[in-house]
């Protein structure tokens, strides 16, 4: 339950920072809230939309090609589990 209060508290503070425009504290958040919570492909994809905004192309290819890796290798657990 700590976990997910840590990944609730660290996503909402990554919210607020990015609506403010301090990209710097919201990624910090963000990099929390993955920690709490690494199965979450939406948080990945948050991370690889912040290196865009921050214009590190390099690293948010490399964050949305995670990002789609990680879904894949989900999916194909879920048809494994349907065998």
Known sequence: MHERNGLI??????????????????SYCLAKAIMANPKDVTLRLHRASLHVE????????ESFEKAKVFTFSLCIKG???LI
């Open 54 to 61: 921050l214009g590190d192309y390099q690293k948010a290819a």
């Open 9 to 26: 508290i660290n996503y909402r503070h990554f919210v607020k920072c990015n609506e403010q425009g301090n990209i710097g504290q919201a």
């Open 79 to 81: 048809l494994m589990n």
